[in-house]
């Protein structure tokens, strides 16, 4: 089957099984696929997929943990023109269901194990959805018809540059999900611009923890190592202390994941005894990493490089290179080659110059084309021919920049702004915090004021006066929290961001119920 787009991503298993035909691509708990055997799969199973009447654009829906079933039906997309949507088995049946409707696709490959979720979320469906099980002994073995209607059997045709690989759903912080569409050529700059920054070559062994349903779990290390031949070790589920003995035993040289993710390892009771000796670099996205705990990563000998990225930008956008990470320690760096960004006034629109503060604005060969099928939500994000982040930042003189917080999640408390991940900051370095979201309440007097929820450190002791008697110590006034509440855990999104408008609504719930 020919593939004539320059960019396309099913040249690259092809192409490292020429090249390196014998070196392991997926340690899937153990079990090791090599180059020659994950293309193979893939490009079997592409033409059964076409032999059954799937065509260019027609989308596989999936319900599975981290695999490397999972693998070879992305290669298998991408040699075939299907796209790809890999769902959360965090969701209820009704998200699941609203996200299966929105996608509309004509199949849903499922794991065993996440069954009973699909099928509840499937009876939530009007119309018929076609199902397998991943793997050589499902749907490499039998391909069902695809669901729906067609009056003519699809054209066969090479896959084009533009043409749809990846549908990944936003994390929601804003609200309800939606489709998020990534080309072969999105994925092929982002992963190009990704590998002069953060090198990979083919003798590294990465270690994936980020969720395949999250658009880090392919574009953030799996992909590129794919890519340059190197070997990526696959997990289900991010176990601290795992972690820590797979570094030491796989020799694992590089990983990506979100703050907490680092957070949990640096508490784990092995951390300091762990022997980190091979893990070199690490990439920290998803929401912006505390300087404290970066300086203890540092501390250990490990690299480890805050970025920024939003998955409409396939995700890559903002990268501190290794040797800044000390010198300019929380920043999230300069642009990704190929990658152009610009901040503007959240109110007026003007560009800003220089040393400036704002929203982060980005344009460049890996921005998304749009929603899948939400023509006004896409034109929004696109508006001005710059993809808007939502995102407020600030640029030095130098030129690097630092996520301050989501625009959305600035609130006004006395006339001045307030950035809830700086009182975050402010608080987590109190040696009983482990961890703390701050939001905007409203307030008689002085329209709205900080409300912390923290979570408290196994067997420390504090109270709400003590926390805010810190505060006020690092903190101008009208930034220090007037209400302290305290919580078990932090609700956050499959990205590790905080869903600060949880805890709002149930700030609300609770002022409704008191009055």
Same mark, same amino acid.
């Given at each position: 089957?020919?593939?004539?787009?320059?960019?396309?991503?099913?040249?690259?298993? !092809?192409?490292?099984?020429?090249?390196?035909?014998?070196?392991?691509?997926?340690?899937?708990?153990?079990?090791?696929?090599?180059?020659?055997?994950?293309?193979?799969?893939?490009?079997?199973?592409?033409?059964?997929?076409?032999?059954?009447?799937?065509?260019?654009?027609?989308?596989?829906?999936?319900?599975?943990?981290?695999?490397?079933?999972?693998?070879?039906?992305?290669?298998?997309?991408?040699?075939?023109?299907?796209?790809?949507?890999?769902?959360?088995?965090?969701?209820?049946?009704?998200?699941?269901?609203?996200?299966?409707?929105?996608?509309?696709?004509?199949?849903?490959?499922?794991?065993?194990?996440?069954?009973?979720?699909?099928?509840?979320?499937?009876?939530?469906?009007?119309?018929?959805?076609?199902?397998?099980?991943?793997?050589?002994?499902?749907?490499?073995?039998?391909?069902?018809?695809?669901?729906?209607?067609?009056?003519?059997?699809?054209?066969?045709?090479?896959?084009?540059?533009?043409?749809?690989?990846?549908?990944?759903?936003?994390?929601?912080?804003?609200?309800?999900?939606?489709?998020?569409?990534?080309?072969?050529?999105?994925?092929?700059?982002?992963?190009?611009?990704?590998?002069?920054?953060?090198?990979?070559?083919?003798?590294?062994?990465?270690?994936?923890?980020?969720?395949?349903?999250?658009?880090?779990?392919?574009?953030?290390?799996?992909?590129?190592?794919?890519?340059?031949?190197?070997?990526?070790?696959?997990?289900?589920?991010?176990?601290?202390?795992?972690?820590?003995?797979?570094?030491?035993?796989?020799?694992?040289?590089?990983?990506?994941?979100?703050?907490?993710?680092?957070?949990?390892?640096?508490?784990?009771?092995?951390?300091?005894?762990?022997?980190?000796?091979?893990?070199?670099?690490?990439?920290?996205?998803?929401?912006?990493?505390?300087?404290?705990?970066?300086?203890?990563?540092?501390?250990?000998?490990?690299?480890?490089?805050?970025?920024?990225?939003?998955?409409?930008?396939?995700?890559?956008?903002?990268?501190?290179?290794?040797?800044?990470?000390?010198?300019?320690?929380?920043?999230?760096?300069?642009?990704?080659?190929?990658?152009?960004?610009?901040?503007?006034?959240?109110?007026?629109?003007?560009?800003?110059?220089?040393?400036?503060?704002?929203?982060?604005?980005?344009?460049?060969?890996?921005?998304?084309?749009?929603?899948?099928?939400?023509?006004?939500?896409?034109?929004?994000?696109?508006?001005?021919?710059?993809?808007?982040?939502?995102?407020?930042?600030?640029?030095?003189?130098?030129?690097?920049?630092?996520?301050?917080?989501?625009?959305?999640?600035?609130?006004?408390?006395?006339?001045?702004?307030?950035?809830?991940?700086?009182?975050?900051?402010?608080?987590?370095?109190?040696?009983?915090?482990?961890?703390?979201?701050?939001?905007?309440?409203?307030?008689?007097?002085?329209?709205?004021?900080?409300?912390?929820?923290?979570?408290?450190?196994?067997?420390?002791?504090?109270?709400?006066?003590?926390?805010?008697?810190?505060? !006020?110590?690092?903190?101008?006034?009208?930034?220090?929290?007037?209400?302290?509440?305290?919580?078990?855990?932090?609700?956050?999104?499959?990205?590790?961001?905080?869903? !600060?408008?949880?805890?709002?609504?149930?700030?609300?719930?609770?002022?409704?119920?008191?009055?």
């Amino acid at each position: 089957m020919p593939d004539a787009g320059l960019h396309t991503l099913g040249r690259w298993t !092809r192409d490292r099984a020429i090249a390196t035909p014998d070196r392991v691509a997926v340690d899937d708990r153990g079990v090791a696929i090599t180059y020659r055997q994950l293309d193979e799969r893939a490009a079997g199973l592409a033409e059964r997929l076409l032999d059954a009447g799937y065509g260019v654009g027609d989308r596989i829906a999936t319900v599975t943990g981290n695999s490397a079933d999972q693998v070879v039906l992305f290669f298998a997309c991408a040699k075939a023109g299907l796209v790809l949507v890999p769902l959360s088995w965090r969701l209820t049946p009704r998200e699941l269901a609203e996200q299966l409707e929105a996608s509309d696709p004509a199949l849903l490959v499922v794991e065993e194990e996440f069954a009973t979720l699909a099928r509840a979320a499937r009876d939530r469906l009007p119309g018929r959805l076609s199902d397998a099980a991943p793997g050589a002994h499902g749907i490499e073995a039998d391909v069902p018809a695809p669901s729906g209607e067609r009056r003519e059997a699809p054209e066969r045709r090479p896959v084009a540059d533009d043409d749809a690989l990846l549908i990944i759903f936003t994390s929601g912080t804003t609200g309800s999900a939606k489709g998020a569409v990534l080309t072969h050529a999105n994925c092929f700059w982002t992963n190009l611009a990704f590998s002069r920054i953060a090198e990979i070559t083919t003798h590294d062994t990465v270690l994936a923890v980020m969720p395949q349903f999250h658009v880090g779990g392919w574009n953030i290390q799996p992909l590129l190592a794919w890519w340059v031949g190197a070997t990526v070790v696959l997990e289900r589920t991010f176990d601290p202390g795992r972690v820590l003995r797979l570094i030491a035993e796989r020799r694992i040289t590089t990983m990506m994941g979100v703050p907490a993710n680092y957070l949990f390892l640096a508490q784990h009771p092995g951390f300091d005894e762990a022997d980190l000796s091979s893990l070199s670099h690490a990439i920290v996205g998803g929401a912006p990493m505390p300087p404290a705990l970066l300086r203890t990563w540092h501390a250990r000998g490990v690299a480890l490089s805050q970025g920024y990225g939003l998955t409409e930008a396939a995700p890559n956008v903002l990268c501190l290179p290794d040797e800044d990470a000390r010198t300019h320690l929380g920043s999230a760096g300069k642009p990704y080659p190929h990658v152009e960004v610009a901040i503007a006034d959240p109110v007026t629109g003007e560009l800003l110059e220089g040393d400036a503060s704002g929203e982060l604005l980005v344009r460049g060969p890996a921005v998304f084309p749009g929603y899948f099928r939400a023509p006004e939500e896409t034109a929004f994000a696109l508006r001005g021919g710059w993809l808007h982040t939502g995102d407020l930042v600030h640029r030095d003189d130098e030129g690097y920049f630092t996520i301050v917080d989501r625009i959305k999640d600035v609130y006004i408390s006395g006339g001045e702004q307030v950035a809830p991940a700086e009182v975050e900051e402010a608080l987590r370095a109190h040696p009983a915090v482990e961890d703390v979201a701050v939001v905007g309440v409203p307030d008689s007097r002085w329209g709205e004021t900080g409300q912390a929820w923290v979570v408290m450190r196994r067997g420390a002791v504090t109270d709400a006066t003590e926390l805010v008697a810190h505060a !006020r110590g690092v903190l101008a006034g009208y930034k220090v929290p007037r209400d302290i509440r305290f919580i078990d855990e932090i609700p956050r999104s499959m990205s590790g961001k905080v869903l !600060r408008h949880v805890l709002a609504e149930r700030a609300r719930a609770e002022r409704e119920t008191a009055r």
